[in-house]
């Protein structure tokens, strides 16, 4: 006759129990690391294609002088923007917007000196005085293209990250010696690294803009 003791049977079934849901759970906690290990994977994959896909553009700033010294544009604000900010006012057809309808109210003359700046532009000659009046009044126009502001360090060198390859214009303005140099270039990027150097030599210099010849630029930025 088989005897079977019901209490070593319920201590045996028990220590199966634990003895399984350990194991179980050592296995789940496997899966999850496992899982998570994959997802990182895959995320750090996407993030490489991704800056594969875009450029990124380096920029230099400095004016040099005569006397062989170099000025870095240092702390000065750079823009990029997905428009020229000069042929934005002067596309004047653009009815039915309230935004530039006001603007044209609050300053008449703002068309005309788009097109004086951007004949000056074309033939090379400096922009005078008037870059700095014609920025500040055509701000709200310009700002809404800014695809990024960044600004630069104390070599004058800054970093547009994480670009759609395509065509920008950039931005931006320094004091100098004799007055003030602004910058309105057209830049291609590409995939990848970009470089531009801003300087004496593509700067659309106004030196009028200071009232004596040792005097700091205005303290407005645009």
């Given at each position: 006759m088989l005897f079977i003791n019901c209490s070593?049977?319920?201590?045996?079934?028990?220590r199966e129990v634990r003895k399984i849901s350990f194991v179980t759970r050592k296995q789940n906690r496997f899966l999850i690391i496992a899982a998570l290990a994959i997802l990182i994977l895959c995320a750090f994959a996407w993030l490489t294609v991704l800056r594969q896909r875009r450029g990124f553009l380096v920029v230099d700033a400095h004016v040099l002088y005569a006397s062989g010294d170099a000025q870095p544009v240092a702390g000065e604000a750079l823009y990029l923007l997905d428009a020229?900010?000069?042929r934005l006012v002067l596309a004047?057809?653009?009815g039915g917007d309230p935004?530039?309808?006001?603007?044209?109210?609050?300053?008449p003359n703002l068309w005309m000196l788009a097109g004086v700046l951007d004949a000056r532009r074309r033939?090379?000659?400096?922009?005078?005085?008037?870059?700095?009046t014609f920025m500040e009044q055509s701000r709200p126009l310009w700002e809404t293209h800014i695809v990024q502001a960044v600004q630069t360090d104390s070599h004058g060198r800054a970093v547009f990250e994480r670009l759609k390859p395509g065509a920008y214009w950039l931005m931006?303005?320094?004091?100098?010696r004799v007055g003030v140099a602004f910058w309105n270039l057209h830049v291609s990027v590409k995939r990848g690294e970009n470089k531009i150097t801003?300087?004496?030599?593509?700067?659309?210099e106004c030196p009028s803009c200071a009232t004596s010849p040792w005097a700091p630029a205005s303290t407005s930025r645009f």
């Open positions: 070593q049977v319920r201590r045996f079934d028990l020229d900010p000069i004047k057809e653009g935004l530039r309808e006001k603007l044209y109210r609050e300053h033939h090379g000659s400096p922009l005078g005085a008037e870059v700095l931006g303005r320094t004091a100098t801003l300087d004496q030599n593509n700067a659309l």
